[in-house]
């Protein structure tokens, strides 16, 4: 069944969503992107992806084409008009169509604005009951992490490297520290039951669930550490887990050739799945 796609105003059947050749995303990647989680036809943390669009926009000069108002109506017709119970919504911005230049064209160019849904199974994830396994790999990407933008093509090559040697993601090391996985955000819990993940920087991405999941454990009494941790830290922890927006809380129970606790997901990596799926879920609009 073709999906109902939004592009510009319109919505097209999917085979009929087009954009030119001259688009600024395609040629230059100079573009933002947001994913937002779909539970029970409804979105999840739907204000924090909203916000970190508007802040990624403001960072790179691109103009937002929707009011806040418009922008939620669309996120919500998107659902409804492709039956989506679960699954995410994927949203491009890009700074629009003109001749091919390294500086950017007029402040009055029009954007181009894409949504389009993929239905998954986001509370049925084996890997959430089994764990993954991670492989260290230097972190080549840009400088500026925090702006969530479509240049991916590091990550995807990391991620491909990874399962290369028979893992199934990368956390990336950059100056003799972890920063982030290819498409999550890193932590850890010490000996000491203490959650370590790396401090907001220019270095990685202000997760939305990495923030949920944070306010979620000091609500319940787990000490929380934002700092750098090294792979050495990482491999000794007890557990060791990743977040994203449709993966929620996922283990990591191998790094590298190192095993993490026991080999198996840990406890409080598993409360805080719990924790953040029901806490979501019931606050999903």
Known sequence: ??????????????????????????????????????????????????ARLQRSARELGIVVPLDDEALLAVHREIVARNSLDQGMIYLQL???????????PPPDTPPT???FTQAKNVLENRAAETGIAVSLLPDLRWGRRDIKTI??????????????????????????HVTEATAASAHIVTDQDVLVTRD???????????????????????????????????????????????????????????????GAPGPLTRDLRRLYVESRRGAAI
């Open 113 to 115: 604005l894409v949504l």
């Open 1 to 50: 069944m073709s999906r109902v796609v939004y592009l510009n105003g319109a919505w097209l059947a999917e085979a009929e969503a087009k954009v030119s050749v001259f688009d600024r995303g395609f040629l230059m990647a100079d573009a933002i992107y947001e994913v937002t989680c779909v539970l029970d036809g409804k979105l999840v943390e739907y204000a924090g992806h909203a």
């Open 94 to 104: 890009t700074r629009g169509v003109a001749d091919r230049d390294f500086a950017y």
């Open 151 to 176: 240049q991916l093509l590091y990550p995807s090559m990391a991620k491909m490297e990874a399962k290369a040697r028979g893992a199934d993601d990368a956390w990336l090391v950059e100056d003799g």
């Open 200 to 262: 907001l920087s220019h270095a990685l991405l202000p997760g939305i669930t990495r923030a949920s999941v944070l306010e979620l454990a000091a609500r319940h009494g787990i000490r929380v550490e934002e700092r750098a941790f090294t792979p050495e830290e990482a491999k000794a922890a007890r557990e060791a887990f990743i977040t994203s927006a449709t993966n929620f809380v996922v283990p990591v129970t191998r790094i590298d050739e190192a095993a993490i606790g026991e």
